[in-house]
């Protein structure tokens, strides 16, 4: 006896097109639907009244905690023979500002840091060549003409960013670190260029207090001792 004569195969059911488009994007088993189209045949309507149970929403992920906040530190750095040795540099020429005493303090001061420095200015973040050694004078021409280039390195990988700013009172008590640099330090001079504010912040768990404060020394005694940058 002929094996398809004994077991018929079943016919394929009728429906829609847009009936079997519902069913396979909701998940709906065919062979549980009876239809109510003409000789049985599967519509829409018949989908949408079987529609698989929707599924249950995932458990809502636990929201992060915030990042540990940095560590801030400040000092009160005198600019006492900073300006004197200005002065004396002026009469031979040579033009000394609180710009090139701080980039190269910072330099001094992150020496064992591996990772670059960038300084900002104007909303924007070029590299300090201090680490370089090029001379004070050289150094001081690469500043502007990244600005006039506009360089903007706030991609590039740095350990620290160096902002100098002006105040003739407010000084801010901590300011963030930049993203991708692990320190920021910030000057904020005097109107009388007297006495300057330095303040360090650190990203939370980057470093530990006691070398902070080690880093924060530093860049103090390097802008007091000013004439050992200049070598």
């Given amino acids: 006896m002929n094996a398809a004569a004994t077991f018929p195969m079943q016919a394929r059911r009728a429906m829609s097109p847009y009936a079997r488009r519902l069913a396979k994007e909701n998940q709906v ?22 529609q698989a149970p929707v599924a249950e929403s995932p458990p809502e992920q636990p929201i992060p905690p915030p990042r540990v906040p940095s560590s801030a530190f400040s000092a009160v750095v005198s600019l006492a023979d900073l300006n004197r040795l200005s002065a004396e540099a002026a009469r031979v020429g040579l033009d ?28 924007r973040q070029i590299m300090i060549s201090a680490a370089a050694g090029l001379p004070i004078g050289a150094e001081r021409r690469l500043r502007p003409k990244a600005l006039d280039c506009g360089t903007d390195v706030s991609a590039e990988p740095a350990v620290a960013s160096l ?18 640099r692990v ?27 006691a070398r902070a404060i080690a880093v924060l020394e530093a860049f103090v005694d390097a802008l007091e001792q000013p004439l050992a940058l200049l070598a």
Avoid: Y
Wanted: aromatic share 0%; hydrophobic share 50%.
């Fill in 29 to 50: 088993d065919l062979g549980e639907l009876a239809g109510c189209g003409r000789d049985g045949r599967i519509v829409a309507a018949d989908v949408l009244a079987c």
């Fill in 183 to 209: 320190l920021r330090l910030v000057l904020v001079v005097n109107r009388d260029s007297a006495q300057a504010h330095a303040l360090l912040s650190v990203e939370g768990g980057a470093m530990t207090e």
């Fill in 163 to 180: 902002l100098i700013l002006h105040s003739a009172r407010v000084v801010p008590g901590a300011l963030p670190v930049l993203p991708g």
């Fill in 96 to 123: 000394i500002a609180v710009e090139d005493a701080a980039s190269r303090g910072a330099s001094a001061a992150l020496a064992g840091v591996p990772g670059g420095i960038v300084l900002e200015v104007d909303g």
